[in-house]
């Protein structure tokens, strides 16, 4: 009985650690890191950043591991991570585990740095469910932003805070609206209408009711100063 209690005093239960990831679950490709621990929220929040700015503030080896465990979840979300593997083979054409080794692989290539594509890769995996309809589709996209050789160097400018965030992510969603009903409309044969500024509709609609206004009053000028003028015609036998 005492030695039970020693062993619970030696090993606390923190319960703050219940949405804690060990980074020994991220990856455990030879040669890693000192083991990080991430909280779920912290690493999609860490993503949803560089998805909105494009820049990376967290040391490379860290950030990596963050967007690997952000690849498994996703990839572990799709039905067809359950299945057998001989139906994985049908479905996907390999087995899931070889999928998930080789996206593995070709993101612990970068070393010195993530690639330059870094934005596109954390916007695929904060909404892959929603664009991809299966994990063949997504590991496609995903291979073809890990085709590259440049890479990003972190951010010296300070992190973002809340609302410079919250006002990235509107003109961002409203871009990628814009960008949407774009696509739709010529996916539906329509042709696309340009894009036109309110400001510019207004200036044509005050210079239009200008020259409206002009046309009027000179018709009401000739209507005066006709008369006038022939009344003011001297008749020959004066």
């Known amino acids: 009985m005492e030695a039970a209690v020693n062993e619970n005093s030696e090993h606390p239960v923190d319960h703050d650690q219940d949405n804690m990831v060990p980074d020994s679950e991220v990856s455990n490709h030879e040669g890693s890191e000192p083991k990080h621990e991430f909280n779920v929220e912290e690493i999609r929040s860490i993503l949803e950043v560089i998805a909105t700015t ?77 664009i991809y309809p299966n994990p063949s589709k997504l590991a496609l996209a995903l291979e073809k932003n890990l085709l590259v050789t440049s890479t990003l160097t972190p951010c010296t400018d300070p992190y973002p805070q809340m609302t410079q965030m919250t006002q990235m992510t509107v003109e961002s969603d409203k871009a990628s609206e814009e960008a949407q009903l774009l696509a739709n409309s010529v996916e539906n044969g329509a042709e696309p209408l340009p894009m036109v500024d309110g400001d510019e509709v207004m200036a044509e609609v005050e210079e239009a009711d200008i020259d409206d206004e002009m046309t009027i009053d000179m018709e009401a000028l000739e209507e005066i100063v006709g008369p006038s003028e022939k009344n003011t015609t001297p008749t020959e036998n004066s």
Request: hydrophobic residues 40%; charged residues 25%; aromatic residues 10%.
């Open 54 to 130: 494009g820049k990376f503030w967290h040391d490379w080896d860290k950030l990596k591991s963050m967007i690997l465990f952000q690849l498994k979840q996703v990839l572990s979300e799709y039905p067809e991570a359950n299945m057998p593997t001989e139906q994985q083979n049908a479905s996907l054409g390999e087995a899931y585990p070889e999928l998930l080794k080789r996206l593995d692989e070709a993101l612990l290539c970068f070393v010195e740095g993530p690639p330059f594509t870094l934005q596109r890769l954390c916007e695929i995996l904060l909404a892959a469910r929603s």
